[in-house]
């Protein structure tokens, strides 16, 4: 039992979801993880976007439809410099037994041997994808392996500099450096398979407090 359906009534959750969820802070509010996704999910609060969520779309549709237009000559040169794969937003299911995680490979190659994450950070903020506790990829490569029957070849984060601060000036507080880092990352279908596994363990805790809520709440 999950917050989250498909068409079918079919159960699923997104790996934002899990992350969320295993969070010690939770973006929006500051609190523990659980509480804030109980919130968005549970309680269906919508918490509206300070200004990063915005930019970084704005950065992937870019990337993705390669128009450039709505950004500085600055920026555009950032933007020529990053490498753009065969296939962009390409979705991958992961079954799991009563439910499926669903996400979006931002590119990759026709083959899916290649994945790629685009991320945009400050200098500061972009060293979590340099840590084991950045995810995300692990499970995309689990995805590629559901659908394939391997592992990707290569994975990496590729992180273009954001400047600015939304906090103080909304989006439009917001714009592209020069800088591009590109984090690759080990393929070890242990460390895979182990993600895969804590998906699984989130999923399990999440249906569990979900089922209690319904209950008191009294839906159905």
């Not at 509480?35 to 976007?49: A, G, H, Q, R, T």
């Not at 930019?55 to 000559?73: N, R």
Request: with cysteine; aromatic share 14%.
């Amino acid at each position: 039992m999950l917050p989250k359906k498909d068409k079918e009534g079919i159960p699923y959750i997104s790996y934002s979801q899990a992350n969320l969820w295993s969070d010690v802070k939770g973006y929006n509010t500051g609190m523990d993880g659980k509480i804030e996704y109980m919130l968005s999910y549970f309680y269906k609060v919508n918490f509206p976007d300070v200004g990063f969520g915005g930019f970084g779309g704005k950065v992937g549709i870019a990337l993705e439809e390669g128009d450039f237009s709505a950004f500085s000559t600055s920026e555009i040169d950032t933007l020529r410099k990053v490498e753009r794969l065969d296939i962009f937003e390409k979705e991958i299911r992961i079954p799991f037994d009563g439910f499926y995680l669903v996400g979006y490979i931002d590119t990759c190659t026709e083959d899916l041997k290649y994945i790629k994450d685009y991320k945009t950070a400050s200098h500061s903020s972009k060293e979590k994808y340099y840590t084991d506790d950045y995810k995300q990829l692990m499970i995309y490569a689990k995805g590629v392996h559901c659908e394939k029957g391997y592992y990707p070849e290569r994975m990496n984060v590729e992180i273009i500099e954001r400047k600015g601060n939304a906090f103080n000036g909304g989006i439009d507080a917001l714009s592209l450096g020069e800088n591009i880092w590109i984090v690759e990352k080990e393929i070890s279908a242990e460390k895979i398979e182990e993600v895969a596994k804590y998906v699984e363990k989130t999923a399990l805790e999440i249906s569990e407090y979900w089922s209690v809520w319904k209950k008191i709440n009294k839906i159905s």
